[in-house]
T-cell receptor, first 113, second 115 residues
Framework: GDSVTQMEGPVTLSEEACLTI???????????LFWYVQYPGEGLQLLLK?????DKGSNKGFEATYRKETTSFHLEKGSVQVSDSAVYFC????????????FGQGTILTVHP | EPEVTQTPSHQVTQMGQEVILRCVPI?????FYWYRQILGQKVEFLVS????????KSEIFDDQFSVERPDGSNFTLKIRSTKLEDSAMYFC?????????????FGPGTRLTVT
């Protein structure tokens, strides 16, 4: 079945450091890929998405590129801020538009001043 | 900005009791979902609901679970006889069902503790 694997966490960085959170997936067909973020006490919010190979999703300085050849969708940011501290979830959805999301285990990011 | 709300934020119940988790999806959304996350594990899909019926469910969603949209605004998840292993964070989500945005909008979750 479908699955998503994220790098082990938690991740602790200093402000302005570079961030990479690895995500790889296993799925049949051509899934859409997502990064969700969960701030303390809040629900999951869509951060960015990519719906086909080589698409790059971007938002709030975060980027991720859909790499079909390596089945990856790594999340990157060049300079993190304290306000980026949150839990980040990689997810995929099969090609049906309103199908279920399959999530990775989440990565806790803590950014220190 | 419209948001999905869930009540209660934390529910404590004894094993064998029935619980109902409540969600108010975003108005005019047509697709509804429940997910759960056991502490330290992945967020798992439970069920999706469209046009007043279940459109997909996971293996987790067995006969002790049911969903309902009783009044056109609420979306509920009922667990008939809770087990210790049902302790988890339960997330409700909704989706608009039109346009190019297929995003699922999530609520803040209900933490269910079964003792």
């Amino acid at each position: 079945g479908d699955s998503v694997t994220q790098m082990e966490g938690p991740v602790t960085l200093s402000e302005e450091a570079c961030l990479t959170i690895n995500c790889t997936y296993t799925a049949t067909g051509y899934p859409s890929l997502f990064w969700y973020v969960q701030y303390p006490g809040e629900g999951l919010q869509l951060l960015l998405k990519a719906t086909k190979a080589d698409d790059k999703g971007s938002n709030k300085g975060f980027e991720a590129t859909y790499r079909k050849e390596t089945t990856s969708f790594h999340l990157e940011k060049g300079s993190v801020q304290v306000s980026d501290s949150a839990v980040y979830f990689c997810a995929l959805r099969r090609d049906t538009s309103y199908g279920k999301l399959t999530f990775g285990q989440g990565t806790i990011l803590t950014v220190h001043p | 900005e419209p948001e999905v709300t869930q009540t209660p934020s934390h529910q404590v119940t004894q094993m064998g009791q029935e619980v109902i988790l409540r969600c108010v999806p975003i108005s005019n959304h047509l697709y509804f979902y429940w997910y759960r996350q056991i502490l330290g594990q992945k967020v798992e899909f439970l069920v999706s609901f469209y046009n007043n019926e279940i459109s997909e469910k996971s293996e987790i969603f067995d006969d002790q679970f049911s969903v309902e949209r009783p009044d056109g605004s609420n979306f509920t998840l009922k667990i008939r006889s809770t087990k210790l292993e049902d302790s988890a964070m339960y997330f409700c989500a909704s989706g608009p069902g039109q346009g190019n945005s297929y995003e699922q909008y999530f609520g803040p979750g209900t933490r269910l503790t079964v003792t």
